[in-house]
């Protein structure tokens, strides 16, 4: 069965620290795979995704992931966290044609 | 939360009732879903829809019926057969299913009475 996880249900870092939140995948094919935030009570805001090429996937509001096929992983980053970073995060995965898996969400509290 | 649009914002069900949660979108995609999400478990798929006047169950199909009579909406009704509908409900669209991104709406909050 297709799955995505989020090893971490809560990731805590300081203001203008580095973030990571990770996210595992057992997808299969050449999954193409997704980062997406939620704000309290709104929809999901999508970040970034990764369909193929580069490792490094540049997004939204300056955050970035790194696919690693042979760890199975796309773990999402930020150099320098702010406070408005807080909510929760969601990575997907999409097997070529099928509709996507959700991992379980992270949520992130950037702490001033 | 781009070009969909949910409605209501808050949605309260007595016992025995059927509700319908409103769901546009004008982002001319073709492949529109609905999700639940309840805390700590993500979201799952209740239905799915890649072209009008067709529809297929996701994961969690029971209690629940849709339509797509139109490319732009596509309602989701939860029937009293839910018992516990309780839950943050999400609608997404994409250009076809599968590898492209999902643009989500703002949600739907069902609460029972």
């Known amino acids: 069965a297709q799955s995505v996880a989020q090893p971490e249900d809560q990731v805590n870092v300081a203001e203008g620290n580095p973030l990571t939140v990770k996210c595992t995948y057992s997808?299969?094919?050449?999954?193409?795979l997704f980062w997406y935030v939620q704000y309290p009570n709104r929809g999901l805001q999508f970040l970034l995704k990764?369909?193929?090429?580069?490792?490094l996937v540049k997004g939204s509001y300056g955050f970035e992931a790194e696919f690693n096929k042979s760890q199975t992983s796309f773990h999402l980053k930020k150099p320098s966290a702010l406070v408005s970073d807080s909510a929760l995060y969601f990575c997907?995965?999409?097997?070529?044609?099928?509709?996507?898996?959700f991992g379980p969400g992270t949520r992130l509290s950037v702490l001033p | 939360d781009g070009g969909i649009t949910q409605s209501p914002k808050y949605l309260f069900r007595k016992e025995g009732q059927n509700v319908t949660l409103s769901c546009e979108q004008n982002?001319?995609?073709?492949?529109m879903y609905w999700y639940r999400q309840d805390p700590g478990q993500g979201l799952r798929l209740i239905y799915y829809?890649?072209?009008?006047?067709?529809?297929q169950k996701g994961d969690i199909a029971e209690g629940y019926s849709v339509s797509r009579e139109k490319k732009e909406s596509f309602p989701l009704t939860v029937t009293s057969a839910q018992k516990n509908p309780t839950a943050f409900y999400l609608c997404?669209?994409?250009?076809?299913?599968?590898?492209?991104?999902?643009?989500f709406g703002p949600g739907t909050r069902l609460l029972v009475l």
């Open positions: 982002l001319n995609h073709d492949a």
């Open positions: 997808v299969s094919g050449n999954p193409y």
């Open positions: 997404a669209s994409n250009d076809r299913r599968g590898s492209e991104t999902q643009y």
């Open positions: 997907a995965g999409a097997p070529p044609g099928q509709n996507f898996v």
């Open positions: 829809s890649q072209i009008v006047n067709d529809f």
């Open positions: 990764y369909i193929t090429g580069d490792n």
